[in-house]
Structure formats: C-alpha cells, structure tokens
C-alpha cells in the first residue's frame, strides 16, 4: 500500500499522521513536491533517524525539483533517481517505441496511423532536444513531455477512427490540435508559437505519405508491422550524432551548445575543488583574495558626484534624449561602482574577522579565488567569461561616460559599453528628427 502526501504550506500535520502510521504498519510513502516544504525535510530525516521501532517493511518515496537549499543530509542518506529526456533523436525515439506495445500499433486499421504515429515520435523528439540550444532553441525552456505525446496520439487515434476515408485526414485540425493545443498549450512566446506552427505545417501534411518524404536527410518515415522492426530501424539505421540542421537550426548552434557543455562542466570541476589553504608555505586562499581585494580597490573608478554631473547635464541641455540617456547610463555605472567598492571592503573586514562572512561575501571570495564574477555583481551589470575581462570593461565604461560627461560628446560611442545600447540608438533617432524638423514617420526604425 502505497500513501501519498504533498508537501508544501500547512501540510505538515497530515505528513506526520502519514509518517507515524506508516512506521507501525509498514506502508510505502510517497512525499511530492518536497521542495515546496523545505523545513520540513530535516524534521522527516530526523523522525526516521531517532524513530524506535521501524516496521522493516516500510518506504519512503520522495520527489522534488532540483534545488540549491535542499538538506544535503537528506540526500547523503539516500538513493538518488533522476528522470531525463533521452539526448539525441536516436535515444528518443528508441525510448518512445520501447514504450509502445504491439497493441497499440496496430490498434487502428488505417493505413495513415503508422506513418503518423512515427511522426509525432519525431516532433516529440524535436521539440525536446531543441531545449539544449538554450535560446537558441526555445526562447523559453518548455517541459514537453510524455504525456503531451500521449494525449496527440489519442487525438490522431480519434480523429482516424471517426475519418470519412473519401475525405481523408483534415490536416487543418490535426495539426491545430498539436501546436495550439496539446504541444502549443505549454508555449507562451509568440516567436516560440511560430515555430510550433512551422514543424507542424511542414511536418503534418499528405506528403508525409509519400516514399522520397524526410525530415531532413537521412531521417525519413519507416513502415514497419511490428515494434521490434522500428527498434531495429531506429538502432541501426538513424545516425549516432545529430547534426543541428536535423531540428532546423544553422550548423553553427551545435558550437554553441558544445560550448556552454563544457562551461558547465568546468565550473563544476572548480566549484567541487577543495578550498583549504594547501601545505605548500605559500600564499592562502583568504590572503590571495585579500590581496586582490585591494589592488581592485585602487583601481576602481572615483564615484560620480551627482551635483557636477547635474552641472554638466544642465549646460548641455538636460532634457535632449542623448543627455537623458547618459544620465540614465551614470546612474547604473555608478550602482555598480558602489556595489564593488562595498563588496571589496567588507570582504577584507571578513577576511580579517572585524565582520560576520555572509552568504554574499562567501561567493565573491569564492568567485574571485577563481577569477570568476561575483553573483552581486553579474546581477547589476554584464556578462563576461573571467573577472578580469568584466574588471576591465568596468573601468572602459567609466572612462566613456566620463569623458562624455565632463569633456565633450565623442565622435565615436562604443555601443556594446552601453547598458541599453537600444536606448542609445532610439534617442539619437529622436536627436535627429528634432534637429531636422522631421516627423517620426520619415525616419527608418532602427532594430
């Protein structure tokens, strides 16, 4: 027997009458959502653990979604399970038909099922895999899974049995029901729904039956009778290695994804070294950082003082779109400039114990031992590889607003130094139309 309990707010007491009875009658339980009860977990551990009698019979079941607070306790006592997508089109669709039986293939007589059931397999497949492109592939990661598919075969299956065979397969509602329904009900980005739509209306289609049909070369619609047949078809004749342009990406989102693979992979290696100072007699980590503290602290631009930037800005003009952007632009510089400087000091006053080390201050001596950016700091600026590549650009972006501000406006602006390079770009289009006398309508929109 199994008992099942969500956790989450307020849902404590009934949790413990579960635990309690199950310990005496040996019953399996099943905690859901145990993320959403986080303080909780550390009383179940401690109920199991200091528990005196123990039904051997008994079972606790958990699931969760990955989290960073979870009780590591918990997770040391225990065995781990994980339920991934597959990767690859290969691994897909073998899990796909692994999960078909016999009865199911042949569960309708028509002869459009079978290629139609290989194709949703396929759009499955797709739609999960383009996940690892990152934006590249959804603009929102979407969590497709086995019971979307599921539901679209039951549609197909339906929609089969009820057909008029003079009339055939009404693709126009076979394939609303898949992308605005059973796969498009998940997707929220406009952009994202296009593309549903677009496999859908390329993918869905009479030409699907015909024998020189492919989703792209080398992956084409088998006709087997049996399910081991397409088990065999799909182990042995689809590709081990996918290339991008299977899901109708360019070639090159196959460097980008490499790319952050081994970024991941890297920073988990780094983050799992030991942090203790080594025995070697040189410097330690604390006296490192330390040291880089202050060297950064000599280096950190001198704050903008407000009541000289307002001078400025008034002598320009304080109320064209170029001096409006700018302030806005010394504003968010100088935010970062404060955080740094704050995060630096403290950080020293913690190495040397005048100061309590906090979460915060734990990370950026962490992040800066590996040259990395501190999350205090990603948070209010941009994005960069090491910490001495975003070191630099700090001090770049400081130089061209203070030039900007208390010299003359350059010739030439380095966009990319800009927080919003778009705004840059909206008020020197407005800067123009003023200038010129020109309506809005006579300038080209710039995107």
Same mark, same amino acid.
């Given at each position: ?127 999960? &895999? ?49 992308? &605005? ?24 289609? &009479? ?7 492919? =989703? ?28 991008? &342009? ?177 705004? =840059? ?23």
């Amino acid at each position: 027997v199994v008992s099942t309990q969500s956790t989450g707010q307020g849902q404590e007491v009934p949790s413990r009458r579960i635990l309690a009875q199950s310990f005496q009658d040996g019953c399996w339980v099943l905690l859901q959502n145990c993320h959403l009860g986080l303080t909780f977990m550390d009383e179940v551990l401690e109920t199991i653990l200091t528990a005196e009698t123990i039904n051997p019979n008994f079972r606790l079941w958990m699931t969760t979604e990955p989290h960073a607070k979870f009780p590591i306790n918990f997770l040391q006592h225990s065995i781990k399970f994980t339920n991934e997508p597959p990767q690859g089109i290969k691994a897909g669709l073998s899990r796909t038909y692994n999960n078909i039986t016999q009865e199911q293939l042949d569960i309708s007589s028509t002869t459009q099922w079978k290629p139609m059931l290989y194709n949703l397999a396929f759009l499955h497949t797709t739609v999960q &895999e383009r996940r690892k492109f990152g934006p590249l592939g959804w603009n929102i990661p979407y969590e497709f899974n086995q019971s979307d598919l599921n539901a679209s075969l039951q549609c197909v299956q339906t929609h089969l049995d009820d057909m008029d065979p003079k009339r055939g397969v009404s693709w126009v509602c076979i394939r609303y029901m898949i992308a &605005e329904v059973q796969y498009g009900g998940r997707v929220t980005d406009d952009f994202d729904k296009i593309l549903l739509n677009t496999y859908c209306r390329t993918w869905m289609g &009479e030409n699907i039956f015909a024998n020189n049909f492919c =989703f792209y070369k080398g992956y084409k619609i088998p006709n087997f009778a049996k399910v081991d047949e397409y088990l065999n078809y799909i182990n042995d004749e689809l590709p081990e290695i996918d290339t991008p &342009e299977a899901f109708g990406l360019h070639p090159n989102a196959d460097i980008t994804y490499q790319t952050n693979t081994a970024n991941t992979v890297l920073d988990k290696i780094i983050n799992i070294q030991p942090k203790d100072a080594g025995a070697g007699g040189g410097e330690t980590r604390e006296e490192l950082v330390y040291r880089l503290s202050a060297e950064m602290l000599e280096k950190v631009p001198e704050n903008f003082i407000i009541f000289e930037v307002r001078a400025r800005l008034m002598k320009y003009g304080i109320f064209q779109p170029m001096n409006i952007f700018l302030r806005q632009e010394i504003d968010r510089i100088q935010r970062v400039i404060t955080i740094v400087k704050q995060t630096l000091k403290d950080l020293q006053l913690a190495i040397d114990g005048t100061i309590i080390m906090s979460d915060a201050l734990k990370d950026a001596l962490d992040n800066i031992f590996d040259a990395r950016v501190p999350r205090t700091w990603s948070k209010v600026s941009w994005d960069s590889s090491t910490l001495g590549f975003w070191f630099t650009e700090l001090l770049e972006r400081d130089l061209q607003f203070k030039t900007w501000i208390f010299e003359a406006r350059p010739n030439v602006f380095w966009i990319t130094g800009f927080f919003n390079p778009q705004g =840059f770009l909206t008020a020197m289009r407005q800067e123009i139309t003023r200038a010129h006398k020109l309506g809005a309508r006579c300038c080209s929109t710039l995107q």
